[in-house]
């Protein structure tokens, strides 16, 4: 799973929203009929310079007039005097034979030519002399025969057309030469002459300019959507036709949202009709069927932004209500500019005067209706589509409270958290209800308490005739900050209780807001000791957040800050200038640094030798696997110490200082090194690539294998000797700090081979590189071990391997990502021992995270910590695995006080108990009877043999024994298992229960 952040998951969103004008009805909505026009109309002749008609006359088979505009292409010549045709001569041009002409027509005239370059040549009174086939030779620049025909008329000008080409796909037509006789065939003098006067025309009918592409449509200007556009290569007066599906209205200002690209494109000027009548223009068309009123009309100047909201241009409208608007734009930014060649917009709003708006109070959730009119409205709905964050609780109905005693009104029943919704139905009065200018109607406190970031209420009020005639929504109240959970302006212990009620929960399946109400302050849609370390500096410490003391707090925009701030500060030589920018840029305080940090030596220093298996390259020849090894400060005396968390190869000071390695795509990656004599190692530091995107090119998994005989750039068929596999959530993921892993244990050899995975999160990327920027082999403390029964799923916490140092320990956090904890049996170490103290509800203590789960169990002594010493050994935890999972899945971390993260060893003890799940009638095999038992129970508590997750049988049972299906005491199946039908159906029952086993 992606790690967002919560600014990045909103941001799109508030963009729209931010769209809205916020005291005006939007009228236009997606699916609202809509057309592309253009003013402009044309024939489509296309004809550049160097091959314009003059070109047919100068006898020169190495040029060539070309009209890019299709069939019907031709021309209009005046001959020095008046003659009588009776055949023509054309000569082929120089290549593309599919665009030689394939027919002809002549016509004559002795009318003045007034027609013009370009044009259809229709302005004349043309008499047809003839027509036909043409049979133009397949070699390039030669005279065709001559083509001759009947004809004893006089003309001062004449007009050839070509209606068909060679090629009936070619949209072109080409031609070198062309001569006149007055002979049948082709002989006597040509009657033209280079100085004649010639113009290109195309015959065909007038048509509008207006012209799309297929992802450029007009809809995409009314589809609220960032990420699409209307561009119309009419360019310069092109527009749109829309009819509101909302009904008539006099609109009263308009709003657009810039292109993607090309500012060049923006409209400049801007001129909007109206109309009753119904519209019978097409789709690019001129637009002109209907009887149109000029509305009003003036310039706007849009910002060079991309997919950025223009101002809000007001419109003087004194014409009235109209029920569709045609807005044309006479001009863009700069016609003549790079890629000016059409119109674009990403999106338009028209606008009237709101009669209503919804206020929503920031720090209560109250909201009402507060009429900015006089009016009367029978129905409305308010909306949290994003984040779902309205209570259905809190709601003050109408219905509920009787707010309309002369009408029947009934809530919707869809009613809930996305959307709260009533109107006045059939009974009663059936007049509504109606408010006085600046009265208010309160519907409770139902929006949840959220920073301004999740700002996603939408409103509608609709009219007695069930018309939407008010849409703004107006914040008031100052703005929540981020960690700020009951508004009262500062963050402190009352917020930290509300906090700790999600603390060790997983989200998914909820909005990123509800999520945050759950504690969730980085965005990755749980609750751990990265959110608490979160809250604690935007608290601005420990002490602040433990107490009732007005403490500043660090504004809205310091969680987005905050979210890649973490780890920024570098080591010892380079730390002051960056600690310094990161506490300026969050204005909070820094880490502390009174933990009892572990330390670490490097082992082997750079290898000898890196080598990469045949088939296997790097990126760049510049990013070999020796790049892992060119910050050759680590290596110095115990530099590695100073420089672990807080060396961050994204620093601004440090980019382009150090080369990092890239193998070519995503791997697996595997490094083969000779360190020339034999390493031992218990850890390894490791610092992900740095770059523009945090999530491209991470490495979650590492595989590694010690040997003292040389692998012969070819890996052992043996499994790994330690394997170190991040979870998709791990935020050691992002960013580019250097961190120290466990290897679980010692090993040693002279020759290490590492194999290197990309993490989901790569892979989700648009572009990756596997690799890393430094690699250490490190000699550390012996592991942390959390020693996890398999007979009795009892759990315990040593710290008593060779090389133990002593451990200051913040938080705990055990995670299985299949689900095989039991929180209920989580006692934890609070009370443990002397320095384990239990909390008492004040953050004193070691406490539980009130919403530990199957998933996550999580226990932190808030407001202090506790050292657990080297030698310590047997801290139950209680029997916290589910013993009947046998999935082997436990992770072990911790965090200190200076908010630095470490993993520990998981170590399994005894024999785990002999489990088929799936056998729901527990006699050795899965099959269609376990079905059969599994199908009766579904929806009920009913205990089911061999079922892990005891509680509701619901659809995760279902899907484990479709899983086994065919097993015999613990053999593969060989099929896999059907699906009856109502499979599907008891699924949905079922369904319903079994979020219960993953969002808390």
Avoid at 798 to 811: F, L, R
Avoid at 964 to 977: E, I, Q, R, T
């Amino acid at each position: 799973m992606t790690t967002p952040r919560i600014a990045s998951l909103i941001a799109a969103a508030s963009a729209l929203l931010a769209a809205h004008n916020t005291f005006a009805l939007s009228i236009l909505t997606p699916g609202d009929p809509i057309i592309a026009i253009d003013f402009d109309v044309s024939t489509g002749s296309d004809v550049r310079s160097g091959q314009l008609a003059d070109l047919l006359l100068d006898g020169n088979p190495a040029t060539k007039t070309l009209n890019r505009g299709g069939n019907n292409a031709g021309f209009i010549v005046t001959p020095s005097a008046s003659s009588i045709v009776q055949s023509f001569v054309m000569t082929t041009a120089n290549d593309a034979e599919g665009r030689d002409p394939a027919s002809w027509i002549l016509y004559g005239t002795n009318d003045p030519v007034t027609s013009t370059e370009g044009s259809n040549g229709r302005n004349e009174n043309w008499s047809a002399i003839s027509l036909g086939d043409l049979t133009l030779p397949s070699a390039r620049q030669t005279a065709a025969d001559p083509v001759g025909f009947a004809n004893a008329a006089s003309y001062s000008s004449y007009k050839m057309v070509w209606p068909t080409m060679k090629d009936p796909n070619q949209l072109l037509t080409q031609v070198a030469d062309i001569s006149f006789y007055s002979l049948l065939d082709g002989s006597g003098s040509n009657l033209l002459s280079p100085t004649d006067p010639i113009i290109s025309i195309r015959d065909v009918d007038y048509r509008s300019e207006s012209r799309i592409s297929g992802t450029g449509s007009p809809t995409h200007a009314i589809d609220g959507d960032l990420n699409t556009k209307y561009l119309n290569f009419g360019e310069e007066n092109s527009g749109f036709i829309v009819t509101p599906s909302l009904g008539s209205y006099a609109v009263s200002s308009f709003q657009i949202t810039t292109g993607n690209d090309w500012e060049n494109r923006d409209p400049a000027s801007w001129a909007l009709y109206g109309t009753n009548d119904p519209i019978t223009s097409a789709d690019n068309s001129d637009g002109q069927e209907e009887n149109w009123t000029l509305i009003d009309s003036g310039s706007v100047e849009l910002p060079s932004d991309r997919k950025a909201l223009g101002p809000v241009v007001d419109v003087n409208n004194t014409a009235g209500v109209f029920s569709s608007y045609r807005m044309v734009f006479p001009t863009v930014r700069d016609p003549e500019g790079t890629q000016a060649n059409s119109m674009q917009i990403t999106d338009i709003q028209f606008f009237v005067d709101d009669a209503a708006t919804l206020v929503v109070d920031r720090q209560t959730g109250e909201v009402k209706i507060r009429a900015d009119q006089a009016m009367t409205f029978s129905g409305y709905e308010v909306t949290s589509l994003i984040n779902q964050t309205l209570s259905p609780s809190a709601w003050d109905s109408v219905a509920s409270t009787n707010g309309d005693p002369g009408d029947t009104w009934t809530e919707s029943a869809e009613s809930g958290p996305a959307g709260l919704a009533e109107s006045d139905t059939a009974g009663g009065d059936d007049n509504g209800i109606t408010l006085a200018a600046g009265q208010m109607l309160s519907l409770g406190s139902i929006r949840s308490i959220l920073p301004a970031g999740f700002d996603d209420l939408q409103f509608s009020l609709f009219g007695l005739d069930g018309a939407k005639f008010a849409d703004g929504v107006e914040y008031v109240g100052n703005e929540v900050d981020a960690g700020d959970y009951n508004a009262d302006g500062v963050i402190d212990l009352n917020d930290w209780q509300i906090f700790r009620a999600g603390y060790g929960g997983d989200f998914d399946g909820m909005t990123a807001a509800q999520a945050y109400l759950n504690g969730d302050l980085d965005g990755d849609f749980d609750s751990d000791f990265y959110d608490f370390r979160m809250l604690v500096e935007l608290a601005g410490g420990e002490a602040a957040l433990f107490s009732y003391a007005p403490v500043p707090e660090p504004g809205v925009a310091s969680l987005a800050l905050l979210a890649g701030c973490f780890g920024a500060v570098v080591g010892a030589r380079r730390r002051a200038a960056a600690a310094l920018a990161v506490i300026a840029a969050v204005g909070v305080a820094a880490p502390g640094s009174t933990a009892s940090a572990q330390t670490f030596s490097v082992v082997g220093g750079q290898p000898n030798l890196i080598t990469i298996p045949a088939g296997q390259a790097n990126d760049m020849e510049t990013q070999g696997p020796e790049q892992l090894f060119d910050d050759t400060y680590l290596d110095e005396g115990s530099n590695i110490n100073e420089e672990m968390f807080v060396l961050d190869y994204n620093d601004p000071n440090l980019i382009g200082s150090y080369a990092q390695y890239a193998g070519d795509g995503v791997g697996p990656m595997t490094l083969f090194m000779d360190y020339g004599s034999t390493v031992s190692a218990n850890w390894f530091a490791y610092a992900q690539r740095s770059g523009g995107n945090p999530l491209a090119d991470r490495v979650g998994k590492f595989e590694f294998w010690f040997s003292n005989t040389d692998f012969g750039d070819t890996l052992p068929e043996t499994g790994p000797d330690a394997v170190v596999d991040l979870l998709p959530d791990d935020q050691r993921l992002i960013g580019a700090a250097l961190r120290p892993y466990t290897l679980s244990g010692d090993h040693s050899g002279r020759f290490v081979a590492v194999r290197l995975t990309a993490a989901a999160v790569a892979l989700s990327q648009p572009t990756n590189n596997i690799g890393g920027h430094e690699f250490r082999l490190l000699d550390g403390p012996g592991d942390v071990v959390l020693q996890v029964n398999r007979a009795t799923g009892e759990m315990s916490l040593s710290n008593n391997q060779p090389g133990a140092q002593n451990i200051e320990m913040k938080t705990i956090n055990i995670s299985s990502p299949i689900g095989a904890l039991q929180s209920d049996e989580f006692n934890g170490l609070g009370g443990d021992a002397a320095a384990f103290p239990a909390g008492t509800g004040q953050g004193d203590g070691w406490e539980i995270g009130e919403s530990s789960s199957s998933y996550r169990l999580a226990e932190a002594f808030w407001s202090g910590g506790s050292v657990l010493t080297a030698g310590a050994s047997g801290l139950s935890l209680g029997a916290a695995y589910n013993e009947l999972f046998v999935s082997e899945d436990v992770v072990f971390q911790w965090m200190n006080s200076d908010g630095k993260v470490y993993d520990g060893r998981v170590e399994y003890v005894g024999v785990a108990p002999e489990v088929l799940h799936g056998d729901y009638n527990d006699d050795g095999v899965v099959n269609a009877a376990d079905y059969s038992i599994w199908r009766d129970a579904a929806g009920t508590t009913a205990s089911l043999p061999n079922d892990p997750t005891p509680g509701v049988v619901d659809a995760s049972d279902y899907t484990r024994w479709a899983a086994n299906y065919g097993m015999v005491d613990g053999v593969v199946p060989a099929a896999a298992a059907p699906e009856p039908a109502a499979v599907v159906l008891l699924l949905g029952l079922a369904g319903g229960v079994s979020a219960r086993r993953r969002v808390r």
